[in-house]
DNA sequence: TTGAAAGCGCTAACAT
DNA sequence: ATGTTAGCGCTTTCAA
């Protein structure tokens, strides 16, 4: 490894091929007004000092960077994970490169500055346009295009959600069709939207199907496994308790099934589960739990394409785009 | 949203703040010879604008960032994102900020090339230091600190590596324990050390319990499904076939596996099988298979962690740090 | 304690 | 076809 103390500049270029820094500006940005010689001693010279424009001076002059930026709470969620898989794969399809800004989460009151902060850092300065995941708050104040996936509540900024309502409605409908009357719900996050319309289409199901709302039968969960075991033990131990058990996502279908085997009971013969958002990691540990496909690679991919619709014009903004969810059906459900 | 034309600047602060904006920007940094009044006042103005300084222009004046880079070839490899999740919790633990920078997986004679471009883009302006994920090159010029994850080969640059031949080499060592003297292997890719090391063990392994190296056993993989599969294939079809096969990873543990089943073999009673790498894909298809657990995570965490260290001052370079792994024993194993 | 001014590396007029 | 120059938003001397 060479060490350089400072980096190789233009203007050390411009001084090794004898011509001016706007020449080698223009070399650099392809501009067809230099002549083939100059040109090409300018490129050996850019080779053989293996110089790199700084992307800081770059964009700084010429808001322009050909660059994705991707604001993350975390990494360490699938959900996040699998939604910059989506931005990926995007990104190598349509030829942009990709920033990914993350910093620890926080769920305090700076949470939404932060999303603002990073927001800014990006859209000011380094990116073209930025996806935001999750975000706690709507308002970001932008010169440059922005798509939120999975938002917190409705606003004018285009976003990919997916059909929560919709597929809640599936899972609910389908353990119906198995004979299910008596149905428990392990709730979301219920400050996300996809929290709040997963619940809605549970009760909106069981409304349709004239079975009456009963609030025991719903416990809270937040997409994490510990709340969601204690909710489900609260289930269990109902006199009445449920046969079949809706979760708000898979991992706390997971935190059922524990909860369940903890209390003696088989699934699916004695309980059946439906998981919502079919990750990887439940996939893992329990290989035959019935779910929800959220398609979340797709929301991340989708979100993407919209960005660079967004970014050449040749979409509106204020759109928004839905990935459908489908019902998948494994073994942890039966008829009774 | 707001759409502001113009992002707000330092001067737009401060002018509405009525100070100089060297005022302000000591106020950003924390500088001590600023009155508590001024003080208040501009974090004031600050907040009320929603300001935040430009990272372009800031790190090219004052080449430091608190920002990590980290050059992954791609997201779509769970190795890639086993690293990044590592290196997202070291930077939460050390409170440093994080940009990925990614691009198109190539495989031609530009990779290389890629890599110190986007190496250079980072550590030239953005980022404090870099991480280097499975780099097809060594020769880096920076003036900042690079730790590379599974390095390609060896050089001076400080690197994480996971133990792959003591690995293979207990993996192989369990075989004989069970009695098996015929393991088939089942090739990584051997550009990488993580692949030739592995190999290395399987050989090493073999010659000291007196084995005599049999080259049919050892059919070619790159740690992808495809070529697996044939090479596991033509493993079966020997003539002696082996009674065991140690796969150089665990995608290729699954090939082999699917190629076992495909021949009307069962896992682990007429073959046993086992991966290194222990990643979630691997475990999700075949929840019970075999392998070397490489702490993947762990790589990525410990990476930053020395870049941080490094950063700070309190390592030195041209260190190297080895991640051990371990022997998970499930059930796809089998004593004859 | 504060302000003015000189750049950091680069691009984009404007000259030549 | 190429050079000169004026900033982009910020930090950092150097003065006041």
């Known amino acids: ?11 050390d270029v411009a001084a090794a091929a004898r011509v001016s820094v706007s020449t080698v500006s223009r070399v650099l940005n392809d501009k067809d007004d230099v002549s083939e010689e100059t040109q090409a001693k300018v490129r050996q010279v850019i080779e053989g000092l ?13 808001r322009r960077t050909n660059v994705i930026g991707v604001v993350v709470p975390d990494l360490q969620t ?26 620890g989460t926080a769920w305090d009151g700076t949470r939404a500055a932060r999303e603002r902060h990073h927001v800014a850092l990006l859209n000011g300065s380094l990116a073209d346009g ?5 975000p706690t708050t709507t308002d970001f104040s932008t010169a440059h295009p922005v798509v939120i ?29 198995l004979g299910h009357r008596c149905i428990g719900f392990i709730s979301g996050r219920m400050d996300l939207q996809s929290g709040l319309r997963r619940f809605q289409g549970y009760q909106d199901c069981l409304a349709q199907a004239g079975i009456p709302f009963d609030p025991d039968l719903v416990q809270p969960g937040d997409f994490l496994g510990p709340l969601s075991l204690t909710s489900a033990q609260k289930l269990l131990s109902l ?38 958002d079919n990750i990887p990691e439940a996939a893992q540990v329990m290989p035959r739990l019935t779910t929800i496909d959220q398609s979340i690679e797709l929301m991340g991919y989708t979100a993407a394409e919209m960005l ?29």
């Open 1 to 11: 490894m060479k060490r350089r103390k400072s980096p190789v500049t233009i203007k």
């Open 50 to 62: 293996s110089y790199t424009s700084s992307l800081a001076a770059r964009s700084m002059r010429s």
């Open 78 to 103: 699938s959900f996040s994970i699998q939604v910059v898989k989506g931005v990926n794969q995007a990104i190598e399809d349509f030829a942009y490169d990709l920033i990914i800004y993350t910093s």
């Open 130 to 134: 930025v996806i935001i995941v999750t």
């Open 149 to 177: 996936v999975d938002p917190h509540q409705d606003s004018d900024i285009p976003a990919v959600i997916s059909t929560n309502r919709d597929g809640a409605m599936e899972a609910v409908s389908y353990l119906l069709s």
């Open 239 to 276: 006199p009445h308790p449920p046969t079949a058990i809706f979760a708000a996502n898979d991992i706390s279908a997971i935190a059922v099934i524990e909860a369940a085997q903890a209390a003696g009971l088989c699934v699916p013969e004695d309980l059946s589960v439906i998981g919502f």
């Open 308 to 336: 660079i619709e967004l970014l050449q014009g040749k979409l509106l903004a204020s759109n928004l785009r839905k990935i459908v969810t489908r019902l998948v059906v494994r073994e942890s459900c039966r008829a009774i």
